[in-house]
């Protein structure tokens, strides 16, 4: 399985929304909704932001939403805050296997 | 509280073979719909899944490593074990467990991590 296509970067100013596209196949994003977005800081273990392509653990603020159409996910920050500056990865479960996107790193201008 | 914690050689020599263990807590692996996954990353780059291993003991491999990777559970201990043998620099990574759940509220999604440990394959 090939890793699904995101943006290698994007960036934003406090305040601002960004949203980070991830492009797969009809055999992954397009074919399942267990789309899930993690959000990792340098040094530190990926963490949960969204799955089920837009549902959010308890806890993560509601600034973060998921949506999907066709075979492209999409992560959208909204409210820019400093902290969110970190790489971000997609990733697609498809029951046999797994697949995450190449990550983009989000810059808070 | 669900934790994880990844173990084993932070050096590995080329073509020899890895062996890591997951230690977990907090939930069992006996449970229905339970699944621990390896993901790794090496330096730089981005997350790779390696393999999963279920409740019932079904177990599922990345295509592009399956001939190389070996996965287990010890349930009474509460672990999962990965074996990858024929070690490259290549394969240089962090390497991290997660707990992943195919029912319930956050299934198909990998929502507790371990901190990663990093494995450096040189002579």
């Known amino acids: 399985q090939s890793a699904l296509t995101q943006p290698r970067s994007v960036s934003g100013s406090p305040g601002q929304s960004v949203t980070i596209s991830c492009t797969g196949t009809s055999s992954d994003v397009g074919g399942y909704n267990y789309v899930s977005w993690y959000q990792q800081h340098p040094g530190k273990a990926p963490k949960l932001m969204i799955y089920?392509?837009?549902k959010r653990p308890s806890g993560v603020p509601d600034r973060f939403s998921g949506s999907k159409s066709g075979n492209t996910a999409s992560l959208t920050i909204s409210g820019l805050q400093a902290e969110d500056e970190a790489d971000y990865y997609c990733?697609?479960?498809?029951?046999?296997?797994?697949?995450f996107g190449g990550g983009t790193k989000l810059t808070v201008l | 509280q669900v934790t994880l914690r990844e173990s084993g050689p932070a050096l590995v020599k080329p073509t020899q073979t890895l062996t890591l263990t997951c230690t977990f807590s907090?939930?069992?692996?006996?449970?229905?719909?339970?699944?621990v996954s390896w993901i790794r990353q090496p330096p730089g780059k981005a997350l790779e899944w390696l393999a999963r291993i279920d409740w019932d003991d079904d177990k599922y491999y990345s295509t592009s490593l399956k001939t190389r990777l070996t996965i287990s559970k010890d349930t009474s201990k509460n672990q999962v074990v990965l074996t990858m043998t024929n070690m490259d620099p290549v394969d240089t990574a962090t390497y991290y467990c997660?707990?992943?759940?195919?029912?319930?509220?956050?299934?198909?999604?990998?929502?507790?991590w371990g901190q990663g440990t990093l494995v450096t394959v040189s002579s």
């Open positions: 997660a707990r992943i759940q195919i029912v319930g509220a956050t299934r198909g999604s990998f929502d507790y």
């Open positions: 990733c697609s479960y498809a029951g046999s296997h797994v697949v």
């Open positions: 089920d392509v837009s």
């Open positions: 907090g939930f069992s692996l006996s449970t229905s719909g339970m699944c």
